[in-house]
Nanobody, 130 residues
Framework: QVQLVESGGGLVQPGGSLRLSCAAS????????IGWFRQAPGKEREGISC????????YYADSVKGRFTISKDNVKNTVYLQMNSLKPEDTAVYYC???????????????????????WGQGTQVTVSS
């Protein structure tokens, strides 16, 4: 059974940093990708970053490029999202999701959309406020 567990969210002041973790288990795809998404109240879920297990190449949405960094630990099956220079508009629930066989992540240089990812975690709240 595929399971994704996010952690690391919280309240942070503008300009601050947080590191989110996504612990993945229960799958045996040789190659896969993990994507990070976020959803703010009243808005659609936005794909912000993804990383492929085979080559570790990261992809970012323009909204977070230069501020967020995605990384992975293959031994721990965990993907991280380091978020720096946080802004109030980064406030959202953050989710990680799986892209089996890494078909979506990086296609046309993009993260992909919500409907293209298969399994999802429960989400972690990030609030950026003074």
């Amino acid at each position: 059974q595929v399971q994704l567990v996010e952690s690391g969210g919280g309240l942070v002041q503008p300009g601050g940093s947080l590191r989110l973790s996504c612990a993945a288990s229960g799958f045996s795809w040789g190659t896969y990708a993990i994507g990070w998404f976020r959803q703010a109240p009243g808005k659609e879920r936005e794909g912000i970053s993804c990383i492929r297990s085979n080559d570790g190449r990261p992809y970012y949405a323009d909204s977070v490029k230069g501020r967020f960094t995605i990384s992975k630990d293959n031994v721990k099956n965990t993907v991280y999202l380091q978020m720096n220079s946080l802004k109030p508009e980064d406030t959202a629930v953050y989710y990680c999701a799986t892209d089996p066989y890494a078909v979506i992540c990086g296609r046309s240089g993009k993260v992909g959309s919500e409907g293209e990812y298969d399994y999802w975690g429960q989400g972690t709240q990030v609030t950026v406020s003074s």
